[in-house]
Structure formats: structure tokens, C-alpha cells
């Protein structure tokens, strides 16, 4: 059993994405990056923290803009726009979730696509789906890098996904799909669950519940992908149950260190390939 | 096992939207459809043909422009500009495929978001990931339909999809898991496709190829949709072997007059629905 490494193949990203970003500063074009945080959520805090250090590391310019929890939808709107036309900036994060009080589709919606650096966007969606280039959303594409990095076979492989979310479950099957897995999407209402889960190859789960993965709930020597965070008395465990399952499978990622740093290194990663777009 | 009526579906849903195009109309707002059609290929004729057909019967306006097989892409653009600016006009529809010298996804592209009845838009495709409300794929949403009519349920049920086109496998996977299935898609990478076609309680299948799905490769009281259009010595068939594989299914879509009448049905439908949307 190995385990994934996911600080590891995030920094040789982040590395890579440093290379190319010299390579962009030195012709004039330094890569930037609009953050936008509404309100005060400590974990988002945490994590916009996180992306800024990153994109220092790399070399993008960021520019954080923190503003308060009863901001209004036009201002943000008025912000965005900005940012849609400033030569400066090549990828806009609206940091989610937003306070409850404002539309977070149609705040998103406004950000210019060729910007939409987490890939959140309906037109992104659809170009994922229909398998056109395009800067796809991070923690998926993070997982099809991870797995990638590590040589694990995808094509004719049985892939099955715990979670339907938008950000996750969703984007995860039509990446999986497009790389030739034959790609199973299983969720609340799924019956049998742990039958589907044992035939998978590759289980990748994202449903928010601490351990829900058993040891029982996987076969023998499969690939397990956790993108799970959550606290179970105040520690940091993911949605598989890692001491059980761990021993079972052949490939397993840790929570923390395993899908999440890969996250903010593929928003990175988005960053850069969009400012090579605006080079001309 | 009862035989699924595509043929009286079909009617049923053109009969609703036939009333509401009379109170449309009475308030001064005809449907209209515009169709484009290049080149001469006789099946394209056909659909077009029954298309046309369907908007009389409704009382939708239909304006249909054939160009000849060298039209440039820019004239096409041109024309669909016309169509997203003219007022009488809900729906544009480019009936595929396209002459090859012509770039499909570019053209498609043009079609203004609020008037792709066909669904085929990255827009559309992402609203559909998102859960969004959108004029979706005319095919999928057809077969979703025909579930519905029979009472056949879907949720917590097993889905398989053999097949993943753009136009049929990928949106009917996500339809499908939007009605709460458990959803699994196939095609022509994956192994040991009849012990994953025999777990499906709804087995969809879009692949091209003439009775593929044999009476072994599905279980007992499955629901079977055929959405293949095959010809075998000028006899046209599905990708099920239906006589075959029907007597051992619960429900079952004969080809012809299965899935395909619900394609015309829906594309109507969606011309209404948006027509609806632009009368204020």
C-alpha cells in the first residue's frame, strides 16, 4: 500500500507553474490573480490565505479584496467587472461560500469565463462536459493529476464516485469518463452503496462525513481518492475511514496532505495557462 | 412487458404545447422556429422535414434556410446573428451534422443561449451539470419523459448508460442523477460490459451499432430504451436485439417509434418554453 503524496505533486506543480510564470514575467506578462472574500468564515480565511501565499511562491500577482459580510450583490458585481477588464489580472476567484444573503450563481456568472480560473462557471461546466479545453475546476482536476503522477492506470478502469456535488462528484465523472473509466456516480439515494463501492477500481469519495468509508466498503487493492474534511472531536479526519481501509487498498490519499493542497495548486496551475492566453 | 409507445408520448406532448402555443398566440406571441440546414444529406432532410412537420401540427412558425453543401462559415454566422436579433424567432436550430469543412462547435457557438433548442450550447450543457433551469438536449430529456409517462421510477433505481456522446450519453447520465438514479456510464473502453449491463434496472443505450444488446447482457424486468438508429439490409433496427431481449424486460422502446418521435416532441417543447420566456 502507498500512500499519495499530495503535498509532494502539488509543490512539483507549483514548481512547474513557477518555471512558466518566469518565463511569462520576463516577456512583460506577470500572471495575476483577483481574490474576492466576503465575510469573515474562519475556514475561508485559512484557505484564501493559503492560495495567496501560494501564488507568491509561484510568482502571480494576487490581489485580495476582504469585504464585509452585508456587502451588496452590485457592488460585488461592479468589482468583478473591473477585474474582467483589467489586463492585469488573468484569474478571479469569488472565494465561497458566500454570506446566504447574496446569489452565489449569479455573483459567479458575472465573471468573465475566459477568467474563470476554479472553473465554476456554467460555460466552463459545458466545455467540460462536451470536452473542450478549458480551465477545469480544481479539486477534480487535482485528483485526475494525482492519480496521473502515480502511474495508476485510468483507461478500462471501473471508477466509482461517492457524492454528486457541482464542485466535485460531477466534474470528477466527466474527467474520469474522458480519460476511458468506465465511471459509476453513486449519493444519497443510492442503494446497496457498499455493493457499488466494492466493485470499484478507483473510489473517489466527497460527501462531507467523517470515516464514512469503511474497511468492508472497498475491494481489495483499490485506489481510494478521499476528498473529504472534516473534524470528528476537533480532529481533522476525511470521509474514509484511513487506519481501515488503508491496509486494504493499494493507493490511498491522507487526509490532510492528500486531495487538498492539490487544489490550490491546480487554481495555480489555472492562473498561469489563462495569463499564456492573454500574451498576444 | 409492455412496449413503450414513443409515437403516442410524442402526440400527448405535442398536444399540450399545441395548447399552449393557442394562448400564446392569442396574446400576440406566435413560437417561431428557424432552422438551418447545409448541404443535401437525405437523413438530415428527413428530420428536418418531420421537424417542420411538428411546428404546423403545433402551430409553431417555422422558417426553414437551406444552403448549399460550400456555404462559409461566416454567411452561417451571419444568418444565426439575424435569427438572435429577430423577435419572431424562440428557437434556432442547425440540424447536424455540418458539411466537415465547416467547424460545428464554432457555429453552434453563435447561437444566442436563450434560443438553443437544441441544447447542444457549452451554456446549456453547463446549466444542465449545475442543476439550472435550461432548454435541455432534446434526446435525454425525451427518454426522461417516456420514464415519467409510464410511472417508471428512477430514483434509488441503477442506471446504466451504454454510450457517451455529447448529445445523448453524457446529458442523459446527468439527467438521470438528477431524478435521484444511481447512474453508471459504459462505452467502447469499458470491461466486462454485460456484467454491468445486467446490474441496470434502466439500461439506456446510445452507441450506433445494430442490435449490440443481446437477451443475455440484461436482467430480468429491466427497462430497456433504445435510442440506436441502425440499418441491416435496409431494414431499420436499435442497438437492442429487440425480439430477442424484449421478452425478458419489464418495459421496452421499439425502433422506430420508440425515442425518436420524443426528439421532434421535445424540440417543439423547448421552442414553446422559450417562446414563453420572451413574452413580456
Known amino acids: 500500500m502507498q500512500i499519495i ?10 514548481q512547474q507553474a513557477k518555471k512558466e510564470c518566469e518565463v511569462l514575467s520576463e516577456a512583460g506578462k ?28 509561484v510568482g502571480i500577482n494576487s ?8 456587502t451588496d450583490e452590485s457592488t460585488i458585481s461592479d468589482l468583478i467587472e473591473k477585474f474582467n ?10 472565494q465561497l461560500p458566500l454570506p446566504k444573503t447574496l446569489n452565489e450563481r449569479s455573483i459567479l456568472s458575472k465573471i468573465d469565463v475566459g477568467k474563470d480560473v476554479d472553473g465554476f462557471s456554467a460555460e466552463q461546466m459545458g466545455k467540460l462536459l462536451l470536452g473542450e479545453g478549458c480551465l477545469s475546476s480544481c479539486t477534480p482536476s487535482g485528483v485526475i493529476q494525482l492519480l496521473k503522477y502515480y502511474n495508476i492506470p485510468i483507461a478500462g478502469k471501473k471508477a466509482v464516485i461517492v457524492g454528486r456535488s457541482n464542485t466535485v462528484g460531477k466534474p470528477m465523472a466527466l474527467m474520469l469518463l474522458s480519460e476511458d473509466a468506465t465511471v459509476t456516480i453513486c449519493h444519497s439515494r443510492t442503494q446497496n452503496l457498499s455493493e457499488i463501492t466494492k466493485t470499484a477500481d478507483i473510489l473517489v469519495v466527497a460527501i462531507g462525513k467523517g470515516k464514512f468509508i469503511k474497511r468492508d466498503m472497498i ?28 491496509e486494504k487498498c493499494s493507493f490511498i490519499t491522507p487526509v490532510p496532505g492528500g486531495v487538498g493542497p492539490m487544489t490550490v495548486a491546480m487554481l495555480i496551475n489555472n492562473t498561469v495557462q489563462s495569463a499564456k492566453t492573454r500574451m498576444n
Open 5 to 14: 503524496n499530495g503535498q509532494a505533486v502539488a509543490a512539483y506543480i507549483k
Open 63 to 70: 490581489f485580495c479584496y476582504k469585504l464585509p459580510a452585508d
Open 219 to 246: 475491494k481489495e487493492g483499490a485506489v481510494v481518492i478521499d476528498v473529504g474534511m472534516n473534524r470528528i472531536d476537533g480532529k481533522l479526519c476525511g470521509d474514509v475511514d484511513f487506519d481501515a481501509v488503508s
Open 30 to 57: 506577470t500572471p495575476g490573480l483577483a481574490v474576492i472574500i466576503v465575510g469573515e468564515d474562519p475556514a475561508s480565511l485559512v484557505y484564501v490565505k493559503n492560495k495567496i501565499t501560494a501564488c507568491k511562491e
Open 85 to 94: 477588464n483589467d489586463q492585469n489580472v488573468d484569474g478571479i476567484l469569488v
